[in-house]
């Protein structure tokens, strides 16, 4: 803690501004590997979620043999695909869920790390 206070004080007598706590934390490696760690799985599975829920009224729009493909007597190819949505979607949730906790346990021990050097 004290090295850094004279860092910080050594660059503002040089006239450079002192870096806050939340810079130094934002230009660490660890903090930008998980910055790439987090873009990596909510990049795909946000562009994943949006091509699936925009294909039903897609699909119905433009698609309706496909669509009206009977499966059973009274179940057709749209209803389990309309269907299939809320299933995706709650798979999607349970898979950020453990994602996130994989970020907050990295965040966890990256803050740990810094306070060392913070």
Same mark, same amino acid.
């Given at each position: 803690?004290?090295?850094? *206070?004279?860092?910080?004080? #050594? @660059?503002? @007598?040089? &006239?450079?501004?002192?870096? /806050?706590?939340?810079?130094?934390? %934002?230009? #660490?490696?660890?903090? =930008?590997?998980?910055?790439?760690? +987090?873009?990596?799985?909510? !990049?795909? %599975?946000?562009?994943?979620? !949006?091509?699936?829920?925009? @294909?039903?009224?897609?699909?119905?729009?433009?698609?309706?043999?496909?669509?009206? /493909?009977?499966?059973?007597?009274?179940?057709?190819?749209?209803? *389990?695909?309309? *269907? #299939? =949505?809320?299933?995706?979607?709650? %798979?999607?949730?349970?898979?950020? %869920?453990? +994602?996130?906790?994989?970020?907050?346990?990295? @965040? #966890?021990?990256?803050?740990?790390?810094?306070? &060392?050097?913070?």
């Amino acid at each position: 803690m004290q090295a850094n *206070l004279n860092s910080d004080v #050594s @660059a503002s @007598a040089k &006239g450079a501004r002192p870096q /806050t706590e939340w810079e130094k934390i %934002a230009e #660490s490696a660890q903090f =930008q590997q998980l910055v790439r760690k +987090k873009r990596a799985f909510l !990049i795909p %599975a946000t562009i994943f979620f !949006i091509v699936y829920y925009f @294909a039903l009224p897609i699909l119905a729009g433009y698609a309706k043999p496909l669509m009206a /493909t009977k499966i059973t007597d009274s179940i057709n190819f749209g209803y *389990l695909f309309a *269907l #299939s =949505q809320f299933v995706m979607a709650w %798979a999607l949730a349970h898979l950020y %869920a453990k +994602k996130a906790d994989e970020f907050d346990h990295t @965040a #966890s021990e990256m803050r740990k790390n810094m306070r &060392g050097g913070l």
